[in-house]
Protein backbone atom coordinates (compact mmCIF):
# COMPACT_ATOMS: atom_id res chain seq x y z
CA UNK A 1 0.00 0.00 0.00
CA UNK A 2 2.89 2.76 0.52
CA UNK A 3 4.54 1.47 -2.42
CA UNK A 4 1.00 2.97 -4.28
CA UNK A 5 1.19 5.85 -2.57
CA UNK A 6 4.34 7.00 -3.43
CA UNK A 7 4.40 5.65 -6.72
CA UNK A 8 0.81 7.44 -7.75
CA UNK A 9 2.24 10.71 -7.39
CA UNK A 10 4.93 9.85 -9.64
CA UNK A 11 2.70 8.33 -12.34
CA UNK A 12 0.55 11.16 -12.36
CA UNK A 13 3.76 13.99 -13.30
CA UNK A 14 4.67 11.48 -15.16
CA UNK A 15 1.62 11.73 -17.41
CA UNK A 16 0.85 15.33 -17.60
CA UNK A 17 4.74 15.36 -18.33
CA UNK A 18 3.51 13.37 -21.70
CA UNK A 19 0.93 15.65 -22.33
CA UNK A 20 2.81 18.66 -22.55
CA UNK A 21 2.20 20.35 -26.01
CA UNK A 22 5.02 20.39 -27.77
CA UNK A 23 6.53 23.49 -29.60
CA UNK A 24 6.14 23.67 -33.14
CA UNK A 25 8.09 26.47 -35.23
CA UNK A 26 7.82 27.55 -38.72
CA UNK A 27 10.13 30.11 -40.62
CA UNK A 28 8.89 31.38 -43.58
CA UNK A 29 10.41 33.67 -46.47
CA UNK A 30 9.57 35.33 -49.57
CA UNK A 31 11.97 34.09 -52.17
CA UNK A 32 14.78 35.62 -52.88
CA UNK A 33 15.64 38.54 -55.98
CA UNK A 34 14.23 37.91 -59.75
CA UNK A 35 14.20 39.85 -62.65
CA UNK A 36 10.90 40.36 -64.03
CA UNK A 37 8.79 37.65 -65.49
CA UNK A 38 6.67 34.52 -65.78
CA UNK A 39 9.03 31.98 -63.95
CA UNK A 40 12.81 33.44 -64.10
CA UNK A 41 15.69 32.00 -61.87
CA UNK A 42 17.05 34.22 -59.20
CA UNK A 43 19.24 37.40 -60.38
CA UNK A 44 22.87 37.88 -58.48
CA UNK A 45 21.44 39.51 -55.31
CA UNK A 46 18.98 36.21 -55.57
CA UNK A 47 21.15 33.97 -55.03
CA UNK A 48 23.73 35.82 -52.56
CA UNK A 49 20.45 36.28 -50.79
CA UNK A 50 19.34 32.33 -50.95
CA UNK A 51 23.22 31.92 -49.28
CA UNK A 52 22.52 34.61 -46.54
CA UNK A 53 19.27 32.20 -45.89
CA UNK A 54 21.16 29.68 -45.27
CA UNK A 55 23.96 30.75 -43.47
CA UNK A 56 21.43 32.48 -40.93
CA UNK A 57 20.04 29.34 -40.25
CA UNK A 58 22.96 27.42 -39.56
CA UNK A 59 22.72 26.69 -35.89
CA UNK A 60 18.73 26.32 -36.29
CA UNK A 61 18.11 22.68 -36.41
CA UNK A 62 15.68 22.61 -39.37
CA UNK A 63 13.65 18.83 -39.84
CA UNK A 64 11.59 20.20 -43.26
CA UNK A 65 12.13 22.78 -46.49
CA UNK A 66 9.20 23.17 -48.51
CA UNK A 67 8.37 25.91 -51.21
CA UNK A 68 6.33 26.28 -53.92
CA UNK A 69 6.66 24.96 -57.55
CA UNK A 70 8.19 27.99 -59.16
CA UNK A 71 12.36 28.38 -59.72
CA UNK A 72 12.58 31.41 -57.36
CA UNK A 73 11.28 29.61 -54.77
CA UNK A 74 13.54 26.68 -55.70
CA UNK A 75 16.51 28.34 -55.69
CA UNK A 76 16.08 29.85 -52.43
CA UNK A 77 15.43 26.87 -50.34
CA UNK A 78 18.06 25.01 -51.95
CA UNK A 79 21.41 26.07 -50.37
CA UNK A 80 19.45 25.87 -46.74
CA UNK A 81 17.63 22.30 -47.88
CA UNK A 82 21.69 21.56 -49.34
CA UNK A 83 23.06 22.65 -45.79
CA UNK A 84 21.02 20.28 -43.68
CA UNK A 85 20.61 17.55 -46.05
CA UNK A 86 17.08 17.83 -46.68
CA UNK A 87 14.74 17.35 -49.78
CA UNK A 88 12.15 19.57 -50.24
CA UNK A 89 8.94 19.32 -50.36
CA UNK A 90 6.82 21.11 -52.95
CA UNK A 91 3.35 22.55 -52.17
CA UNK A 92 1.60 23.37 -55.44
CA UNK A 93 0.63 27.50 -55.74
CA UNK A 94 -2.51 26.41 -57.59
CA UNK A 95 -6.07 27.59 -55.87
CA UNK A 96 -6.42 30.67 -54.21
CA UNK A 97 -3.93 31.50 -51.31
CA UNK A 98 -6.15 30.38 -48.44
CA UNK A 99 -6.26 26.85 -50.46
CA UNK A 100 -2.77 26.98 -51.28
CA UNK A 101 -2.12 27.84 -46.89
CA UNK A 102 -3.97 24.37 -46.01
CA UNK A 103 -1.52 22.65 -48.21
CA UNK A 104 1.43 23.71 -46.64
CA UNK A 105 -0.41 23.22 -43.24
CA UNK A 106 -0.96 19.62 -44.50
CA UNK A 107 2.48 19.40 -45.73
CA UNK A 108 3.51 20.69 -42.21
CA UNK A 109 1.47 17.88 -40.41
CA UNK A 110 4.17 15.55 -40.51
CA UNK A 111 6.27 17.96 -38.48
CA UNK A 112 4.48 19.15 -35.38
CA UNK A 113 7.04 19.39 -32.65
CA UNK A 114 9.63 20.26 -35.09
CA UNK A 115 10.99 23.32 -37.09
CA UNK A 116 10.05 23.54 -41.07
CA UNK A 117 10.85 26.48 -43.15
CA UNK A 118 8.55 27.71 -46.15
CA UNK A 119 9.60 29.45 -49.42
CA UNK A 120 6.52 31.02 -50.88
CA UNK A 121 5.99 34.48 -52.16
CA UNK A 122 4.59 37.95 -50.73
CA UNK A 123 0.95 36.78 -50.66
CA UNK A 124 1.16 32.89 -49.76
CA UNK A 125 3.76 33.97 -46.76
CA UNK A 126 1.14 36.10 -45.15
CA UNK A 127 -1.44 33.75 -46.46
CA UNK A 128 -0.31 30.64 -44.23
CA UNK A 129 0.96 32.51 -41.17
CA UNK A 130 -2.58 33.40 -40.85
CA UNK A 131 -3.45 29.59 -41.07
CA UNK A 132 -0.98 29.30 -38.30
CA UNK A 133 -3.13 31.59 -36.49
CA UNK A 134 -1.66 35.01 -36.72
CA UNK A 135 -4.35 37.30 -37.60
CA UNK A 136 -3.59 40.11 -39.08
CA UNK A 137 -0.74 38.33 -40.60
CA UNK A 138 1.91 40.97 -41.45
CA UNK A 139 1.48 42.31 -45.58
CA UNK A 140 5.02 41.57 -47.94
CA UNK A 141 5.78 44.40 -50.15
CA UNK A 142 6.50 43.70 -53.57
CA UNK A 143 10.11 45.30 -53.26
CA UNK A 144 10.63 43.19 -49.77
CA UNK A 145 13.12 40.46 -49.53
CA UNK A 146 15.48 40.95 -46.67
CA UNK A 147 13.28 39.26 -43.75
CA UNK A 148 12.35 36.22 -42.97
CA UNK A 149 9.18 35.21 -40.26
CA UNK A 150 9.39 32.77 -37.12
CA UNK A 151 6.16 31.24 -35.75
CA UNK A 152 6.27 29.41 -32.97
CA UNK A 153 2.85 27.71 -31.70
CA UNK A 154 2.37 25.92 -28.47
CA UNK A 155 -0.53 24.41 -27.65
CA UNK A 156 -3.20 27.32 -28.36
CA UNK A 157 -0.43 29.90 -27.49
CA UNK A 158 1.00 31.49 -30.92
CA UNK A 159 3.81 33.79 -31.51
CA UNK A 160 5.58 35.44 -34.19
CA UNK A 161 8.71 37.04 -34.31
CA UNK A 162 10.45 39.19 -38.31
CA UNK A 163 13.81 38.89 -38.55
CA UNK A 164 15.98 40.91 -40.51
CA UNK A 165 19.09 38.84 -42.91
CA UNK A 166 21.33 39.11 -45.71
CA UNK A 167 22.53 42.46 -46.96
Known sequence: MRLIRWFLPILLVASAA?????TTTVILVR???RPPGTDPDLNAAGLARAESLAT????TNVDAVLHTQF?????TAAPLARAKSLTPIVVSAAG???????AVLQALAPFNGKTSVYVGHSNTVPAVIQALGIVPAPAIADTSYSHFF???KRG???E????????
Open 18 to 22: CRAPV
Open 31 to 33: HAE
Open 56 to 59: ALTR
Open 160 to 167: LVRVRYGK
Open 96 to 102: TEAQHAQ
Open 71 to 75: KRTQQ
Open 150 to 152: IVR
Open 156 to 158: SAV
